[in-house]
């Protein structure tokens, strides 16, 4: 898989943030994350070529008294890959993901979401992503994305 250079401390490019709306595809409008009717409110933003989102977190998406729910800030990574591939077109699915937490995320607080495509290989694409709380980066991940083939239409 090709990659393109990702310093470990940040995303390159994160911090050219541009108001352009990232759209998410119908197939996608029932999101438990950003769906119409989603409980999460991300809106994701483009930023170079890749995309960024800021967030107050809820404090009932707390695990621990006062930190964000591990499963959640996994949630929010995979939300915001999924994105940076919506930006580029490309619908698809996560097939792995590594989430490398590197200190609790306070909560309720605002968070600052970035990802970034960093590698493809046909039908497989690789991203990166970075959960932050006052420019601080507090988890990492690295996941691999598969095409997505088409499902039924549950809505009928």
Avoid: N
């Avoid at 994350?33 to 404090?59: T, Y």
């Amino acid at each position: 898989m090709s990659r393109s250079p990702v310093p470990d401390e940040s995303i390159a490019g994160a911090d050219d943030f541009r108001h352009a709306a990232v759209a998410r595809p119908a197939s996608h409008a029932r999101c438990m994350a950003c769906g119409l009717d989603a409980g999460l409110g991300l809106r994701f933003h483009a930023s170079g070529p890749g995309i960024k989102a800021s967030l107050r977190l809820k404090p009932e998406w707390q695990g621990y008294s006062g930190a964000l729910h591990g499963g959640m800030t996994a949630t929010l990574l995979d939300a915001a890959m999924t994105h940076c591939l919506f930006h580029q077109g490309i619908e698809a699915m996560t097939a792995d993901l590594q989430i490398r937490y590197l200190a609790p995320v306070p909560c309720p607080d605002s968070i600052e979401l970035v990802a970034h495509l960093v590698g493809r290989r046909k039908l497989v694409y690789e991203l990166v992503a970075e959960l932050r709380c006052a420019g601080v980066v507090k988890a990492r991940a690295r996941a691999k994305f598969m095409r997505r083939r088409a499902l039924p239409d549950a809505s009928a």
